[in-house]
């Protein structure tokens, strides 16, 4: 597509269920990241994929969180037993390549996420 | 491992004036970028501009510009003739290494008619 696309926009959800963010990116980036960003604060690293394998899956806040990314393409963030601290705006990015110089992210828009 | 320090929450001025955000880092990588994203109310992040550490020029695109200084490792953004768009939170951020940016907490920037 022209731009990354994310799904869904807003969520509302209740503390323990489990959610699913997707991120459409921009056709023909190899490279594809998400983060985190709490209210008042920057944005926290999650996860970076690489084509579909992810090589650096520390910034994950805990085991509750996983991501995949299948074809090349699009990328589901799933979150299991939600808690409120997961209340947050998820950012989905990609890039042309991984590396230095490449590393100009295009954004979606975010997946706003609440936990009740 | 990589830090970026935006030391001003919040900024506000007129329109029309210039505006200097500042923006300080660490970085363990020898080639490394840094970037000026803006976030309006829409949430969607926009590359404002963007500095190559080899690069001694500093870079201007428009209105905007930067003041780096790489010794102090200091990367400040310059809004000339500020504008009521202009109005976001604005990060700073470092790349160098392959897991993206790290970016700073940011600025949040507002512009008074």
């Known amino acids: 597509g022209a731009g990354v696309s994310q799904s869904p926009s807003n969520k509302v959800t209740e503390k323990g269920k489990d959610v699913e963010l997707r991120c459409d990116p921009i056709?023909?980036?190899?490279?594809l990241y998400w983060y985190r960003q709490s209210l008042g604060q920057g944005l926290e690293f999650l996860i970076y994929f690489q084509g579909n394998s992810a090589p650096d899956k520390s910034g994950l806040p805990s085991d509750r969180f996983s991501a995949e990314r299948t074809g090349g393409s699009v990328s589901t963030l799933t979150i299991q037993r939600t808690q409120q601290e997961d209340s947050a705006v998820y950012l989905c990015?990609?890039?042309?390549?991984?590396?230095?110089?490449?590393?100009?992210?295009?954004f979606g828009a975010g997946s706003r996420l609440t936990v009740l | 491992a990589q830090t970026v320090t935006q030391s001003q929450p919040e900024m506000s001025v007129q329109e029309a004036e210039t505006v200097t955000l500042s923006c300080t880092y660490d970085?363990?990588?020898?080639?490394?970028?840094l970037f000026w994203y803006k976030q309006p109310p829409s949430r969607q992040m926009i590359l404002v501009i963007r500095?190559?550490?080899?690069?001694?020029q500093n870079a201007t695109e428009n209105r905007f510009s930067v003041n780096f200084q790489k010794a102090a490792k200091s990367f400040s953004l310059k809004i000339s003739d500020s504008q009521l768009g202009d109005t976001a939170m604005y990060f700073c951020a470092v790349g160098g290494g392959a897991d993206g940016l790290t970016f700073g907490k940011g600025t949040h920037l507002i512009i008074q008619p």
């Open positions: 500095q190559e550490a080899y690069k001694q």
């Open positions: 056709s023909g980036h190899t490279a």
């Open positions: 970085t363990s990588e020898n080639n490394y970028y």
């Open positions: 990015a990609s890039s042309r390549q991984v590396g230095p110089g490449a590393n100009v992210l295009t």
